[in-house]
């Protein structure tokens, strides 16, 4: 079974950095591109970045320069370092692989950015 779990989300001051982590399971971690994904109230979710297994990395514009998506293949985690936030940044983020059409779905992780 398939298994994800996001951690990292909180309350952040616009400008301000976050680090997200997302435990998957050897299953799909060893073998898929992974992606962060966030969806915002009345929004849909849209992948944000995204890392090969060859560690190739991409970004949505609205966070390249911003975001920076990493992966430890020795602990199956990937990692989404985010700086510079913005109040548009607020959602839940959660982490899949890609493409994630008809993949289960993590709890995901809150991600408020408010002064």
């Known amino acids: 079974q398939v298994q994800l779990v996001e951690s990292g989300g909180g309350l952040v001051q616009p400008g301000g950095p976050l680090r997200l982590s997302c435990a998957a399971s050897?299953?799909?971690?060893?073998?898929?591109?992974m992606g962060w994904y966030r969806q915002a109230p009345g929004k849909q979710r849209d992948r944000v970045a995204a890392?090969?297994?060859?560690?190739?990395?991409d970004y949505a514009d609205s966070v390249k320069g911003r975001f920076t998506i990493s992966r430890d293949d020795a602990k199956n985690t990937v990692y989404l370092q985010m700086n510079s936030l913005k109040p548009e940044d607020t959602a839940v983020y959660y982490c899949?692989?890609?493409?994630?059409?008809?993949?289960?779905w993590g709890q995901g992780t809150q991600v408020t950015v408010s002064s």
């Open positions: 890392i090969t297994t060859g560690g190739i990395t």
């Open positions: 050897r299953s799909i971690f060893s073998i898929y591109t």
């Open positions: 899949n692989k890609v493409p994630a059409a008809g993949a289960s």
